[in-house]
């Protein structure tokens, strides 16, 4: 089968032919670079009209020259259509800059119609993803996709990719493009910050993770801060490098725990970053997670990767006529039908638990939940302890949960961050349980080497054992902790644990607050996590609601919808 891609959602004026016998691909690209300053939508459009005949070109006659190699639907009349051997012409459909994306939608009829052979509209997002896992090989990845108006972690699951976690306001590369802007360099700024990274050493900027969501707009200003009172633009590129990647190696890391998946695959421009591809690289060797990048060709915007997502969902049947070939500018990844992996493997197959031997001194005696002495999740190693294992006398069921240190981060970014998350979860564990929410006690905290002593608490987490009960609980919980003004950070279904009771735990991301936007923001990263790995979330989604309603702010309510529909692609 042979695919004709076309792209041209932003800057990249792309077209490509694939072709699935020796699944070779050949992309001829030519991009927009704006005379100054960011994008101009209007002037990026006219260049896609200018410069995508050009390539549709190129790419046909490559076509037309190989095409003994595709002989199984080509004929050798030089006047038919079919002279290139071409199947169906795909093309991105969204997201992306509106008027980028008419002249697309313009361009992929036209050739659709010369050349006689079905449309598909494919998503430029899942495109992203799905070049990383069929180069790979991988089966059901973690995606991490890493591009210029975008930041989202997806997975398969129940016939979608699903996000597991995105930005709450600008792409990555955006926010990197707008810093360097906000100096005087030229667009693209992605590339330049990281070449300047290399002299720089670390300075203090702001570290914002929501569960597996995460913000990039407090990191900017503060950038942009930065260097208008004169701080080395070195320092403060490196140190946006480590800020920024090492917040999307985190949430990564957080999917892969939550998921049980040891797969992960990078997509998007900013996916061609050294920095960001070595720290990814380090948190899944850690893990013993397989970790795989596509070519830089395959990262950046390119009509490759619509040409080879086209293939496959023309394999599935999912041609569009011309009627519904409209452009989407915000077309979201999760509103894909996945009928191409129809039946295969959810990205949560794997969601029994992690665990690892137990170490000398941990007890044979766990409750069904905790299969071994020891669980290593996302951020910490908890082991389960004897009385006898500390030097002061503990009561019997007891674990000490010891944050590890992470080699994909900085050294003092990373002292930083497990000390205070350290603290933050000993002060806030015992401030919910005053508020009326069973939580572990807190036996002992050392900031110093990011150590907890707690209560054992519960049978199981609750992603073994979700019920409706359960989160109808959780849901009472987190509006009581939000009726004290404290917030969870992170309640996703690793962070609950279930019993006889059903208690929060792991309060690492918790904060004091006021503000109905970060209550909203809690449950949200609980409904994401119960979207993204149950098999029947409606119910569950609906017990989330019920639950807190029950006892708290209906206003909370109502900013989850504003949260869960607010456009992220600026
Ligand atoms: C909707 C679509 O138009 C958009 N595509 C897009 O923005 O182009 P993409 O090629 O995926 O990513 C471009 C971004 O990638 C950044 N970038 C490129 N090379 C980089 C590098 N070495 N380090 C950091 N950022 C880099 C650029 O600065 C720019 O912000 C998207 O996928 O979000
Ligand atoms: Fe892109």
């Not at 810093?179 to 702001?206: M, Q």
């Not at 917040?247 to 900013?270: I, Y």
């Not at 936007?517 to 098999?535: C, G, I, K, N, P």
Request: with cysteine.
């Amino acid at each position: 089968m042979r695919v004709l891609g076309i792209e041209g959602t932003a800057w990249a004026a792309s077209a490509a032919c694939y072709d699935d016998t020796g699944d070779s691909v050949f992309i001829e690209s030519d991009p927009y670079q704006p005379d100054s300053g960011g994008i101009h939508p209007r002037e990026a459009a006219e260049h896609m009209g200018e410069a995508l005949p050009n390539v549709i070109d190129s790419v046909l006659t490559h076509a037309a020259e190989t095409v003994d190699d595709a002989a199984d639907t080509a004929t050798n009349d030089t006047d038919s259509p079919n002279r290139y051997g071409i199947d169906c012409v795909a093309f991105s459909q969204g997201p992306g800059l509106g008027p980028c994306l008419r002249t697309v939608g313009t361009a992929a009829r036209a050739a659709a119609q010369a050349l006689n052979v079905p449309l598909v509209g494919v998503n430029h997002m899942v495109a992203h993803l799905e070049i990383g896992r069929h180069q790979s090989g991988f089966d059901s990845p973690v995606c991490l996709n890493a591009s210029g108006a975008n930041a989202h972690l997806l997975g398969y699951h129940n016939g979608r990719y699903q996000v597991l976690g995105e930005t709450m306001d600008t792409g990555v590369g955006n926010a990197l493009d707008k810093f360097t802007r906000h100096i005087g360099w030229e667009h693209p700024g992605g590339p330049k910050v990281e070449a300047a990274a290399t002299d720089g050493e670390l300075i203090d900027l702001p570290y914002v993770v929501k569960g597996m969501d995460f913000s990039f707009s407090g990191i900017m200003s503060a950038a942009k801060d930065a260097a208008d009172e004169g701080e080395a633009i070195e320092d403060i590129c490196f140190s946006l490098q480590e800020h920024i990647f090492g917040m999307l190696t985190e949430v990564a890391e957080r999917a892969l725990s939550l998921t049980g998946t040891d797969e992960l695959v990078l997509g998007g421009g900013v996916g061609q970053n050294a920095r960001l591809q070595s720290m990814l690289e380090t948190m899944c060797e850690e893990r013993g997670a397989a970790f795989d990048v596509p070519d830089n060709r395959f990262l950046r915007d390119n009509a490759g990767m619509i040409a080879v997502l086209g293939a496959k969902q023309f394999a599935a049947g999912q041609t569009i006529t011309i009627e519904d070939s409209t452009v989407d500018p915000n077309f979201r990844p999760d509103e894909v039908a996945v009928a191409w992996r129809e039946g295969e493997q959810s990205v949560a197959c794997g969601r029994g638990g992690e665990t690892a031997s137990p170490t000398d001194g941990a007890t044979a005696t766990q409750s069904a939940g905790d299969r071994h002495g020891r669980q290593r999740g996302a951020e910490a190693v908890v082991d389960i302890i004897a009385p006898t294992d500390c030097e002061y006398e503990l009561p019997a069921r007891c674990v000490r949960k010891h944050r590890l240190s992470k080699a994909y981060r900085h050294p003092a970014l990373d002292t930083t961050l497990t000390g205070e998350r350290t603290t933050a979860e000993a002060r806030l564990t015992s401030e919910a349980r005053a508020a009326g929410v069973p939580t572990p006690l807190v036996w002992d905290v050392d900031r110093e080497t990011a150590t907890l002593h707690l209560q054992h608490v519960g049978e199981a987490d609750l992603a073994e054992r979700l019920t409706t009960d359960a989160i109808t609980t959780v849901g009472n919980h987190l509006a009581a902790i939000h009726n004290a003004g404290l917030v969870h950070g992170d309640p996703t279904t690793r962070n609950v644990r279930v019993g006889d009771r059903v208690w929060l735990i792991d309060f690492g991301l918790g904060f004091h607050s006021g503000h109905i936007e970060d209550y909203a923001m809690d449950l949200h990263v609980l409904r994401q996590s119960l979207a993204a790995t149950a098999d029947d979330p409606a119910p569950l989604l609906d017990a989330v609601s019920g639950g807190y309603t029950a006892v708290g702010d209906t206003a909370v309510i109502d900013r989850l919808a504003t949260v869960e529909d607010r456009g992220r692609y600026q």
